[in-house]
Each structure stands twice: as structure tokens, then as C-alpha cells.
């Protein structure tokens, strides 16, 4: 009653581990062996909706990085086709590519961001919001043409503070 069970138990849980996602441990037992049964299957459901947000996520990234990337290609391109020989379109040129770069290095550096912020265990905590807006805007590149009003009063909120500044920076 308990070693049959366990052993395919055991194995289906070695296919689900395999990558085989067909696999459902379901024993409609209502015993501890049921519910560890139950507990692995769950298991397996929320990591395959992980996948599919991690799957969601690098296409979303791809799209983003390529969009600055084709832009300073087809800058480049121009460049050498003769466009560096007027010095106005050379600089618009150069001007364009320097804002794709700054705008790539934006992208990385809130992909780090998303990075930490998923390893991080930062408490939440009360803050107010203004600061937060204050210190997201602050880093912003010269070229983000931000203007931040906030209110005179406190704006408390209970947040994670590195994440809150993350999402307004973003």
C-alpha cells in the first residue's frame, strides 16, 4: 500500500523532471502518498507557467534590443554609403546611433533589475513615494526629457524601495 504508490510515484516525478510535461502524478488517494501526488502536480503547473513568462520575457527583450540595433545598423549603413561626407547628416547620424546606444544600456541595465529583483528578499517597508520619484528621475540620461511634479505632502506607501525606484525608472 505505501512502497507501490511511491515507486511510481518516483517515476512519473523522474519524467516531469525529464521535461516530459504530459505526465500527471494524479493518484486519487486521500492519504499523505494523494497529497504529495497532488503537491508535485501543482508543482509542475506553476513551473510551466514560469516557462511560459520566462518564454514571454526574452521574446519581449529580443523585440526591445533589436529595435536600437537595426536603427544603428541602418545609421551605419548610411554612413558609409557617402552620408558622412556632409557634416550635418553626419552628426544627426552619430547623434541617432548615441541615443540607440544610451537607450540599449537602459535596457540592460533594467534587465539586471528584473534579475535582482527576482533573487531579492528586500522587506517591505513604509516610504514615501516622492523620494522614490526623486531618486528614480535623478538617474534618468540626459537625453529622457522628464519633468516630476509631487505634491507637498508625504505620498506613504508600503513598498519594496530598490523595486518601487525600478518601476518608476522604467
Do not use: W, Y
Amino acid at each position: 500500500t505505501i512502497s507501490r504508490p511511491l515507486a511510481a510515484l518516483a517515476t512519473r516525478a523522474r519524467k516531469l523532471a525529464s521535461g516530459d510535461r504530459t505526465v500527471k502524478l494524479g493518484l486519487v488517494r486521500r492519504d499523505e502518498i494523494g497529497e504529495l501526488a497532488r503537491a508535485v502536480d501543482e508543482m509542475a503547473t506553476e513551473l510551466d507557467g514560469r516557462s511560459a513568462e520566462v518564454a514571454e520575457l526574452a521574446a519581449t527583450i529580443s523585440h526591445e534590443l533589436k529595435s536600437p540595433l537595426t536603427s544603428m545598423r541602418g545609421a551605419a549603413e548610411l554612413l558609409l554609403d557617402g552620408a558622412a561626407d556632409d557634416p550635418q547628416v553626419r552628426e544627426r547620424f552619430l547623434s541617432n546611433i548615441l541615443c540607440d546606444v544610451d537607450r540599449l544600456d537602459r535596457l540592460v541595465t533594467r534587465i539586471l533589475e528584473l534579475s535582482r529583483a527576482r533573487a531579492d528578499t528586500e522587506e517591505f517597508s513604509r516610504v514615501d513615494l516622492r523620494d522614490l520619484v526623486a531618486l528614480a528621475t535623478v538617474e534618468t540620461s540626459s537625453l529622457d526629457r522628464v519633468a516630476v511634479r509631487t505634491p507637498e505632502r508625504p505620498l506613504p506607501v508600503v513598498a519594496q524601495r530598490t523595486h518601487m525606484v525600478a518601476a518608476i525608472r522604467n
